[in-house]
Nanobody
Framework: QVQLTESGGGLVQAGGSLRLSCAASGRIFRRGAKGWFRQAPGKEREFVAAISRSGDSTDYAESVKGRFTISRDNSKNTVYLQMNSLKPEDTAVYYC?????????????????WGQGTQVTVSS
């Protein structure tokens, strides 16, 4: 099973930027699509972004489109989430996930492995 480790979270003021990283173990990382999800206190886990196995197809939640960018570097077994123009409503624990499917899903159940999460807090 793939092990995923997120990093890059923290406290930032509204309008600021953060880049999250998700490092994975093993060559199995290259097999499938990757996704980022987030979960705020008292809310369900929600889809943020996904990137295909090849990296040539991406998908974003409407709430982050134009502000967030997902990318991957298979040579480093890492997937990134660049977050710009952050808003207080972006505050949540952010999780990366992987699947063997070539394309990502907006459904959490479509992923096989998850990281432990990294906290992102945006102050107003």
């Amino acid at each position: 099973q793939v092990q995923l480790t997120e990093s890059g979270g923290g406290l930032v003021q509204a309008g600021g930027s953060l880049r999250l990283s998700c490092a994975a173990s093993g060559r199995i990382f290259r097999r499938g699509a990757k996704g980022w999800f987030r979960q705020a206190p008292g809310k369900e886990r929600e889809f943020v972004a996904a990137i295909s196995r090849s990296g040539d197809s991406t998908d974003y939640a409407e709430s982050v489109k134009g502000r967030f960018t997902i990318s991957r570097d298979n040579s480093k077994n890492t997937v990134y989430l660049q977050m710009n123009s952050l808003k207080p409503e972006d505050t949540a624990v952010y999780y990366c996930a992987t699947t063997n499917s070539p394309y990502g899903s907006r459904w959490p159940g479509g992923y096989d492995s998850w990281g432990q999460g990294t906290q992102v807090t945006v102050s107003s």
